[in-house]
């Protein structure tokens, strides 16, 4: 049974950073594509960035600078590394792993002065 746990989330100023990990268990993680999604209130979940099995990356254009998708296949763990964060980034990040569909329970972030 495939379990994604996200980590890493938490209340930061404009400007900061923050490093989400999502941490796979119960499936050949080398082999899946992943992603990282975002659902603000009210508002519909979105692609934020997405890695291939081979490292190639993709962005949504709001983040593209600012964040960084990263793997670590020997540990089964994603990472968002984000920085110069925004008060619009502010949503509950979502790790998928699209092999098998499969979604964390996700992680707040939230911006705020």
């Known amino acids: 049974q495939v379990q994604l746990v996200e980590s890493g989330g938490g209340l930061v100023q404009p400007g900061g950073s923050l490093r989400l990990s999502c941490a796979a268990s119960g499936t050949i993680f080398s082999r899946s594509n992943m992603g990282w999604y975002r659902q603000a209130p009210g508002k519909q979940r979105e692609l934020v960035a997405v890695i291939s099995t081979g490292g190639v990356t993709n962005y949504a254009d709001s983040v593209k600078g600012r964040f960084t998708i990263s793997r670590d296949n020997p540990k089964n763990t994603v990472y968002l590394q984000m920085n110069a964060l925004k008060p619009e980034d502010t949503a509950v990040y979502y790790c998928?792993?699209?092999?098998?569909?499969?979604w964390g329970r996700g992680t707040q972030v939230t911006v705020s002065p």
């Open positions: 998928h792993l699209f092999s098998e569909d499969s």
